[in-house]
């Protein structure tokens, strides 16, 4: 069986989180699941088609705990859309930020 290999540098924590993004050109807000993250990126499954598309800048907020529901502008990171996939009425898009992000085991 041939196996590709894993192309990530970062080790990925898988964890469900919810999270907003907001396109930088529109500001338009869209809301979904994280489904992993790590220091560099995250994948993030919208329960709906949307528009982000790959290059597209966006500032991303992930809830950082379950008490914590309200995700304020200045917690946001920017980030670039690497990669978009629409299936079934939903989307998967995986982002890139622009700077590396503190992630925790809590997180």
Known sequence: MNRSKDRRREARLNIERPVKLQCQVTGRYVSGTTT??????????????????PGQRVKVGVQQT?????????????ATVVRSLGMRG?????????QRQRLSRSA
Do not use: C, W, Y
């Open 36 to 53: 992993n993250l790590s220091n560099s990126g995250m994948l993030i499954v919208i329960e709906h088609p949307s528009l982000l598309v």
């Open 66 to 78: 379950r008490q914590n529901v309200v995700i304020k502008a200045n917690e946001m990171a920017t």
């Open 90 to 98: 939903r989307q998967t898009v995986a982002v890139q930020f622009d």
